[in-house]
């Protein structure tokens, strides 16, 4: 099967100036994550989304980040204005389920790589 | 809040050693558990996954320990190849907070292997 899809693959903006990240996840996967991956970190959940809902984005920082995945499919992140440290690579997941009792494998795609100089 | 870390940040290995990572979690409500290989410029991959039912699992070539006494898990791979170089991490599922049915994956630092030929 088709793996998670993102572009672009490398990005590099001002600081200030907003940038917008593309996600398709693999065919049937009810539930799609974006994490922020700082360099020499694990990555960090930014959002969840069931179908086309939001399960968790406690960790968006929502005064500056957006996301939306208004058909239950594909999915953007926005940041908006953009600063220095939010240069990271931006990691889109899917899984088949997302509840805590289920096995919860998700898939990853190959991430957009930040630069905001 | 639930951290997730590893005691080892890198290790090398002699290309057919066996290697073990090692990964400690905090959240004693973490259920399930997810080992992860990451390439340079890839998103991470599945390798392995347990649940806090087992202690033990193997697959090809890796065997994944879980000791929920300690809240300690470990990865061991068997005859190390040079393409086994990478970042591993670990990641445990805990619910969301907010008390929804869902999971949140939490990773760990992470560890680079480096197998020498």
């Known amino acids: 099967e088709a793996g998670v899809a993102q572009s672009p693959r490398y990005k590099i903006i001002e600081k200030r100036q907003s940038v917008a990240f593309w996600c398709n996840p693999i065919?049937?996967?009810?539930?799609l994550y974006w994490y922020q991956q700082i360099l020499g970190q694990g990555p960090k959940l930014l959002i969840q989304?069931?179908?086309?809902?939001?399960?968790?984005d406690s960790q968006l920082p929502k005064d500056r980040f957006s996301a939306e995945r208004l058909k239950g499919v594909d999915s953007t992140l926005k940041i908006q204005p953009a600063k220095l440290e939010d240069s990271a690579v931006y990691l889109c997941?899917?899984?088949?389920?997302?509840?805590?009792?289920?096995?919860?494998?998700?898939?990853f795609g190959a991430g957009t790589r930040l630069s905001v100089l | 809040g639930e951290s997730v870390g590893l005691h080892l940040p890198t290790l090398s290995v002699q290309e057919g050693d066996n290697s073990i990572i090692n990964c400690a979690y905090s959240?004693?409500?973490?259920?399930?558990f997810i080992w992860y290989k990451q390439e340079s410029g890839k998103g991470p991959q599945f390798i392995i996954d347990?649940?806090?039912?087992?202690d033990k699992r193997q697959g090809q070539r890796v065997t994944v320990l879980l000791n929920k006494t300690v809240k300690h898990l470990s990865l061991q791979i068997a005859a190390t190849q040079p393409g086994d170089s990478a970042v591993y991490f670990c990641?445990?599922?805990?619910?969301?907070?907010?008390?929804?049915?869902?999971?949140?994956?939490?990773f760990g630092q992470g560890t680079i292997l480096t197998v020498h030929p």
């Open positions: 989304f069931q179908n086309n809902g939001v399960v968790d």
């Open positions: 065919s049937g996967h009810a539930t």
């Open positions: 959240n004693s409500a973490s259920d399930y």
């Open positions: 997941a899917s899984s088949h389920i997302g509840t805590f009792l289920a096995k919860n494998i998700q898939y």
């Open positions: 990641a445990a599922l805990a619910p969301n907070a907010g008390g929804t049915s869902y999971g949140k994956l939490t």
């Open positions: 347990i649940r806090s039912n087992m």
